[in-house]
């Protein structure tokens, strides 16, 4: 059977409207539901197995956000090759970059999973595990870590259909997983001896559920990565795998960088005693939420910045860029108003009535609205990302972190105590979008670099079809 020749998106702005929002809709669903399916294994753990089930996943968190990190470096390169290969009406290319991505996918996870079930026990002592729950922690740091090779291959499969434009097989198989976790997480960690190593149980079913709705869902619409479809051009390329983690590598680091922030303002907050840790924790769930439609339009700008890269369109460039710091300008802020007036009532789902509470909602009230800031800087890196310049936004982002949202947070916090601390993350984004902007106006300006036409990625005579 012959595979269907993507289509490449409409340069109109209207066009590009209507695409951004079928894009955008099961994009922030995604992440509602990757969300609730972490949220349900906390509250599974915290249920049955109490402050000790909680405890011995907590200890864990530093590795799962360095894991997160990788996991989000892979799917960024692999959703903009996908996206440059289908803007080119390249059907072959879209295999060769999806053969290498699962490939690269499997790759870093065995890696993960042999070095981690050999290192876990000194992982876990490294980290100061208490020693009451560390024999538990090293069974549930092993079997998680186990279980990485089926989450790097799902996630790069899911990467791979955004990267095509299809948003919706993605919000479909990450339900399949989210159902398969709730009804096994709590028979698996309550029902049988593995206790919270349950989990990674439950992850690796949720996983494969995933995967077998994407696969289903491939096969039924004709996918170029369906499988059985162009078996002769499933073959890896080193050439697609070594652009794929320059594009990934510096992702990976601005989320790790971000993730190390994280702790640091965690060890800020913590000085001012349990009740302020408690509504610092409270808060980011609810920010975590707010949060959705930025991290959405990032993807979403990517996916149509790669068509037209791949469609040998870089013109189209800026009108996308416009179009999704306008969508961001309503989506987002919806969201923040949203958070100002639900925060009290959401946060008692966490939290008693009382001055924690308030505290919260002060957390939450401050840092809301700077999801409008990281939305704009979003869409314009993921422009960048698929014109090829992704190191130097990274970097442009590790600076704003390093260099002005830790000093500013620990000179603030003297100044003015615990609220002082959470005006950083207003700043640091404010920061990254003066610094993206800058750098998104000399290359369009200076370089001319969305002015050039491109070349797609495999495409035949050096010029992509249709271009």
């Given at each position: 059977?012959?595979?269907?020749?993507?289509?490449?998106?409409?340069?109109?702005?209207?066009?590009?409207?209507?695409?951004?929002?079928?894009?955008?809709?099961?994009?922030?669903?995604?992440?509602?539901?990757?969300?609730?399916?972490?949220?349900?294994?906390?509250?599974?753990?915290?249920?049955?197995?109490?402050?000790?089930?909680?405890?011995?996943?907590?200890?864990?968190?530093?590795?799962?956000?360095?894991?997160?990190?990788?996991?989000?470096?892979?799917?960024?390169?692999?959703?903009?090759?996908?996206?440059?290969?289908?803007?080119?009406?390249?059907?072959?290319?879209?295999?060769?970059?999806?053969?290498?991505?699962?490939?690269?996918?499997?790759?870093?996870?065995?890696?993960?999973?042999?070095t981690g079930a050999w290192s876990a026990p000194w992982l876990m002592q490294a980290l100061d595990t208490p020693p009451d729950i560390l024999p538990d922690a090293i069974r549930y740091a092993r079997a998680i870590l186990l279980v990485m090779p089926f989450v790097?291959?799902?996630?790069?499969?899911?990467?791979?259909?955004?990267?095509?434009?299809?948003?919706?097989?993605?919000?479909?198989?990450?339900?399949?997983?989210?159902?398969?976790?709730?009804?096994?997480?709590?028979?698996?960690?309550?029902?049988?001896?593995?206790?919270?190593?349950?989990?990674?149980?439950?992850?690796?079913?949720?996983?494969?559920?995933?995967?077998?709705?994407?696969?289903?869902?491939?096969?039924?619409?004709?996918?170029?990565?369906?499988?059985?479809?162009?078996?002769?051009?499933?073959?890896?390329?080193?050439?697609?795998?070594?652009?794929?983690?320059?594009?990934?590598?510096?992702?990976?680091?601005?989320?790790?960088?971000?993730?190390?922030?994280?702790?640091?303002?965690?060890?800020?907050?913590?000085?001012?005693?349990?009740?302020?840790?408690?509504?610092?924790?409270?808060?980011?769930?609810?920010?975590?939420?707010?949060?959705?439609?930025?991290?959405?339009?990032?993807?979403?700008?990517?996916?149509?910045?790669?068509?037209?890269?791949?469609a040998g369109r870089r013109d189209r460039l800026p009108a996308i860029v416009r179009t999704g710091m306008r969508l961001n300008a309503v989506v987002s802020a919806l969201f923040v108003v949203a958070a100002h007036l639900l925060a009290p009532f959401a946060l008692?789902?966490?939290?008693?009535?009382?001055?924690?509470?308030?505290?919260?909602?002060?957390?939450?009230?401050?840092?809301?609205?700077?999801?409008?800031?990281?939305g704009w800087s979003n869409v314009a890196v993921s422009a960048l990302r698929a014109s090829g310049a992704a190191l130097l936004p990274a970097l442009l982002s590790i600076a704003a972190i390093a260099a002005v949202e830790l000093p500013v947070a620990v000179v603030?916090?003297?100044?003015?105590?615990?609220?002082?601390?959470?005006?950083?993350?207003?700043?640091?984004?404010?920061?990254?979008?003066?610094?993206?902007?800058?750098?998104?106006?000399?290359?369009?300006?200076?370089?001319?670099?969305?002015?050039?036409?491109?070349?797609?990625?495999?495409?035949?005579?050096?010029?992509?079809?249709?271009?």
């Open positions: 059977m012959k595979a269907r020749e993507p289509t490449p998106p409409d340069a109109s702005v209207p066009t590009l409207r209507t695409r951004y929002l079928a894009l955008l809709t099961p994009l922030i669903l995604t992440h509602a539901l990757q969300s609730a399916g972490g949220l349900l294994d906390g509250f599974w753990l915290g249920r049955l197995l109490g402050v000790r089930g909680i405890a011995t996943a907590t200890s864990f968190f530093p590795v799962f956000f360095l894991l997160l990190s990788l996991i989000i470096g892979l799917g960024a390169g692999a959703t903009i090759l996908a996206g440059q290969a289908w803007g080119a009406r390249d059907a072959t290319q879209v295999r060769h970059v999806g053969a290498t991505a699962l490939l690269v996918a499997l790759g870093l996870g065995l890696a993960v999973a042999v790097f291959v799902a996630w790069a499969g899911l990467s791979l259909s955004r990267g095509t434009g299809d948003a919706l097989s993605p919000m479909w198989s990450l339900l399949a997983a989210t159902l398969a976790g709730a009804v096994c997480t709590p028979l698996l960690v309550a029902g049988t001896s593995l206790g919270a190593a349950g989990v990674a149980v439950s992850t690796l079913v949720a996983q494969l559920a995933a995967l077998a709705v994407l696969l289903r869902r491939w096969r039924r619409g004709g996918h170029p990565l369906a499988l059985g479809t162009g078996r002769q051009d499933w073959k890896p390329s080193a050439a697609i795998a070594k652009r794929m983690l320059r594009i990934g590598l510096p992702a990976a680091l601005q989320m790790l960088a971000m993730a190390l922030a994280e702790i640091v303002l965690l060890g800020l907050v913590n000085r001012h005693g349990s009740a302020a840790t408690a509504a610092y924790g409270a808060a980011t769930q609810v920010l975590s939420w707010v949060q959705f439609p930025a991290m959405s339009l990032g993807i979403a700008a990517a996916i149509l910045s790669a068509h037209a890269v791949g008692r789902v966490f939290l008693e009535p009382g001055p924690v509470l308030e505290q919260a909602i002060a957390i939450v009230r401050t840092v809301a609205w700077s999801a409008v800031l990281l603030l916090e003297a100044r003015f105590g615990l609220a002082g601390v959470f005006w950083a993350c207003p700043v640091a984004f404010l920061t990254m979008l003066a610094l993206h902007g800058l750098y998104y106006r000399h290359k369009e300006k200076k370089d001319g670099l969305f002015r050039q036409a491109g070349v797609a990625l495999g495409a035949a005579d050096g010029r992509a079809p249709g271009a």
